[in-house]
Each structure stands twice: as C-alpha cells, then as structure tokens.
C-alpha cells in the first residue's frame, strides 16, 4: 500500500461523520437530557457484542472486522436497569440549565454566559445553588463584587437547588442541534421535528 493511501481513514472517523448512540435505560427512557445521553460509536459496538445492550435502531453504515459485520447501532437500550442519580451535580451545565440559559438580571438569553455570586465572594458569598445564577457578561462586569442592590440589579427568579426531574424536564426544551432521524421516536422534547 502506497504511504498516501495508508493514511487515509474512512469517513466514519472524520468528526462530522460520527455516528454516536444514543442511549436508554431498560425503560426506554434517555439516561439524560441535558446532555444527552449518547456514546461514541466504538463503545456502542463494544457493548453490543458483549451481549450489554439490545438495538433499537441502526444507522445505514455497518462496522468490519476480518471475521464479523456488524450494522452501526444509532439507539441502544441497556439490559439492566440504571437506577437515575438522586443528587443534581453543581456544574456550569446544570446550573445554566436550571436557569435556562437565561441572564438572571436582565433575561438575555444565549449560550455565552458566565456564571455571577449573588452575594460576591469577596463578601462571604459561597458558590452554592443558592448563591450562584446565570449571568450574562455584560450584567456579570457591571455587577462586579456588589451586591444586587448595590448594583441596582433584581433577580428573576430566587436561586435553589433543582432536583432531578426538574433538571430533565428543563432539559427536554433544549434538543441537540444534530439528532439523527432514528432517535425522534425515543425522545420527547418540547419542540417538533420535520
């Protein structure tokens, strides 16, 4: 093989061409939302040949090995039942979400945001559910070490913590901006699809 062709790789590992898997619990329900609940091809195919996980939907695409072919699964369902997280994890995601991507001073919404202490850790602020809202840039800088009185600032809504079904079905109002075809049937989100 000539060392131009040996480099070249099939379309399945360019980036674009990726074929995840979305995943469900033996219920058929998504393990998440927000993100969604998706594996990489690779571990897809791993776990259905170890027997892990039945297919409930496959892409056109199939995977060779020397001895095995084996159809690219787009929906997976595991054997046994994942009994879902009762704690919410405090990350920039979760907290975004519970928020809803929303500026919680001045209602912009967006993907670029930052996250603001209500009461400023320079101040004995904690970064707690409660303390910590979605902020955008603008409101974050005019904010600074205030505190929202100071700064003339309201907020929409009091911080707390979401529990977990809160969380989920916030998460269905944000669907991933590239779902395949075969994973509409097994998702619920508060958008329709063409």
Not at 76 to 104: G, H, M, S, W
Not at 136 to 144: G, I, P, T, V
Request: glycine content about 4%.
């Amino acid at each position: 093989m000539l060392d131009s062709q040996a480099n070249v790789k099939p379309a399945i590992f360019e980036k674009s061409k990726q074929r995840p898997a979305l995943i469900l619990n033996a219920d058929y329900r998504p393990l998440s939302y927000f993100p969604l609940s998706l594996w990489p091809w690779q571990e897809a195919i791993k776990a259905v040949y170890l027997k892990r996980v039945n297919v409930a939907a496959e892409y056109e695409e199939v995977v060779r090995s020397e001895k095995l072919t084996l159809p690219l699964p787009s929906v997976i369902v595991l054997k046994n039942y994942v009994v879902p997280t009762k704690a919410v994890p405090f990350t920039r995601a979760t907290l975004f979400l519970r928020d809803e991507f929303t500026c919680q001073y001045c209602g912009y919404k967006g993907k670029d945001l930052t996250f603001d202490h209500v009461v400023p850790k320079s101040r004995g602020g904690k970064t707690r559910w409660d303390n910590v809202v979605a902020a955008c840039q603008s409101c974050n800088l005019r904010k600074a070490a205030k505190t929202t009185s100071q700064a003339g600032f309201k907020l929409k809504k009091v911080p707390t913590k979401p529990s977990p079904e809160v969380l989920l079905n916030k998460g269905k109002k944000f669907p991933p901006s590239d779902m395949h075809k075969s994973w509409i049937d097994f998702l619920y989100f508060e958008k329709d699809f063409d």
